[in-house]
């Protein structure tokens, strides 16, 4: 059985920063894309960042690159968003997402995804 938990969320002043992790299990990490998404309040789920398995590349939302970074380890199972510089519009639920199969232009939708974690809150405020 495949599971994802995300951790990590909280409240942060603007220009803070927090670290999310995805812990996994039931996936061979070795063979899955991770990605991350992020759902604001009235807004669509949007993609954040990824990694390819096939490739170990790293695409990255225009909002958020240069601030974020994300990174996976292959013997714990488990990825990771370094967040910095918060911003207000970063407020979100953020969730992990992992699949086998996806190829290259696949890795910012959503649809490419078969398993998600429950999400966690991340607040950027004053």
């Known amino acids: 059985q495949v599971r994802l938990v995300e951790s990590g969320g909280g409240l942060v002043q603007p220009g803070g920063s927090l670290k999310l992790s995805c812990e996994t299990s039931?996936?061979?990490?070795?063979?899955?894309?991770i990605a991350w998404f992020r759902r604001a309040p009235g807004k669509e789920r949007e993609f954040v960042a990824a990694?390819?398995?096939?490739?170990?590349?790293?695409p990255y939302a225009d909002s958020v690159k240069g601030r974020f970074t994300m990174s996976k380890d292959n013997a714990k199972n488990t990825a990771t968003l370094q967040m910095n510089n918060l911003k207000p519009e970063d407020t979100a639920v953020y969730y992990c997402?992992?699949?086998?199969?996806?190829?290259?232009?696949?890795?910012?939708?959503?649809?490419?995804?078969?398993?998600w974690g429950q999400g966690t809150q991340v607040t950027v405020s004053s």
């Open positions: 997402a992992a699949s086998g199969g996806v190829i290259m232009s696949q890795l910012r939708s959503p649809s490419a995804y078969n398993h």
């Open positions: 039931g996936v061979t990490f070795t063979r899955y894309a």
């Open positions: 990694i390819s398995q096939r490739t170990g590349s790293r």
